[in-house]
């Protein structure tokens, strides 16, 4: 589901690190309910902009506008409480503790003692409502790499979150479970929240992007919709040139046998 109502709006976004400039007056407007990719290659400025609107990271200059109001974001928290969350390319849980206590860890200031069975209640509700199946009792070492994602977009969800960024999300996934990734995405923007996905892998854009906002160089160098553009043109956006798909190699006769092996005994895989 696409909303019309534009819930973020990045305005001249610069951000320099030494020796490099890594967004330079970046725009970026992102609506309720739909999914917007943020597409470029390795080092364009996806992931720096995105952390500064996380909270991460400062702009030297330029402006955040959260639901029509200016934002100014000194730390993540500051971030999730305008409603927007980050779930990063390498997560971050604590694998001795549970689903439950990694969910809550900075949020819940009880006087006594926490209501955990509460708690778990509430996020096994959020897990039935976005179809996110994992046991808050569970450790996060007991959990497969698809499930420890579930809990970091839950934890997001938890702490109220509207608008989602995941970064490069199906890096670390199978391909099954990249799959059941794009239902849940899908079922997130369903139920009006916003999703904002950094890749560089054109086939997931045209799969799962309603709009495509395409870094070269920490610029923004085009907007479109999976139905106004096709993988080679978004190639081009990318690079900034022609890009060939196919490559035509001469056909190479095998000559002699220059290694060969037999009988190999391995004790082990090291």
């Given at each position: 589901m696409t909303g019309d109502s534009t819930v973020v709006q990045m305005r001249s976004i610069t951000k320099r690190f030494p020796g490099v400039l890594a967004n330079d007056s970046a725009d970026l407007d992102v609506r309720s309910g739909e999914v917007h990719a943020l597409?470029?290659?390795?080092?364009?400025?996806?992931?720096?902009?995105m952390n500064i609107l996380a909270g991460l990271y400062r702009p030297d200059s330029g402006e955040i506008i959260v639901k029509g109001e200016p934002c100014e974001f000194n730390s993540p928290r500051e971030a999730i409480a305008r409603g927007i969350g980050m779930v990063h390319q390498h997560f971050k849980l604590v694998n001795v503790q549970t689903v439950?206590?990694?969910i809550i860890i900075g949020t819940e200031k009880p006087r006594f003692l926490l209501n955990m069975p509460r708690i778990e209640s509430k996020i096994a509700a959020l897990a039935g409502q976005y179809h996110l199946p994992v046991h808050p009792g569970s450790y996060i070492w007991q959990l497969s790499v698809g499930e420890q994602q579930r809990v970091e977009i839950l934890k997001m969800l938890y702490r109220g979150a509207?608008?989602?960024?995941?970064?490069?999300?199906?890096?670390?996934?199978t391909p099954q479970e990249?799959?059941?990734?794009?239902e849940t995405i899908?079922?997130?923007?369903d139920q009006g929240k916003s999703v904002?996905?950094?890749t560089h892998k054109l086939n997931e854009v045209m799969a799962v992007a309603n709009r495509i906002t395409v870094l070269r160089g920490g610029r923004v160098v085009g907007t479109t919709t999976p139905q106004q553009t096709n993988t080679k043109d978004?190639?081009?956006?990318?690079v900034g040139r022609e890009v060939l798909f196919r490559i035509e190699k001469e056909k190479v006769e095998p000559g002699d046998v220059v290694l060969e092996a037999r009988d190999l005994t391995s004790l082990n895989d090291r």
């Open positions: 597409l470029g290659e390795n080092g364009a400025g996806k992931s720096t902009l439950a206590e990694n509207d608008v989602l960024i995941l970064d490069e999300p199906t890096a670390v996934l990249a799959e059941w990734l794009f899908r079922r997130l923007t904002i996905f950094i978004l190639a081009n956006m990318m």
